[in-house]
């Protein structure tokens, strides 16, 4: 979704049929960390996928600064890349 607006109208219309929604890093880049509470205010659980696979270190200091259990996402990607 290009905004938290579209993205909130969905959300609001659809959270009573689905599981949990998914947030990327371009629309968690555009509307903040906060688009994660407002879609939980739907009643429906977040997947948020940043992709932070790229940078082991930011991802080190997130998770050590409880990134994840701050927003109460309910799943956290964590890809490792193969060398």
């Known amino acids: 979704m290009p905004t938290a607006e579209a993205a909130l109208k969905l959300a609001e219309q659809i959270a009573p049929v689905v599981g949990a929604f998914k947030i990327g890093s371009e629309l968690f880049t555009a509307a903040g960390p906060d688009i994660v509470s407002r879609i939980r205010a739907?009643?429906?659980?977040?997947?948020?996928?940043?992709?932070?696979h790229d940078i082991p270190n930011t991802l080190a200091k997130a998770v050590a600064s409880r990134f994840v259990s701050t927003y109460r996402c309910s799943l956290f990607t964590r890809v490792a890349a193969s060398r």
């Not at 739907?42 to 932070?52: E, M, Q």
């Open 42 to 52: 739907t009643g429906a659980a977040v997947f948020l996928d940043l992709k932070f």
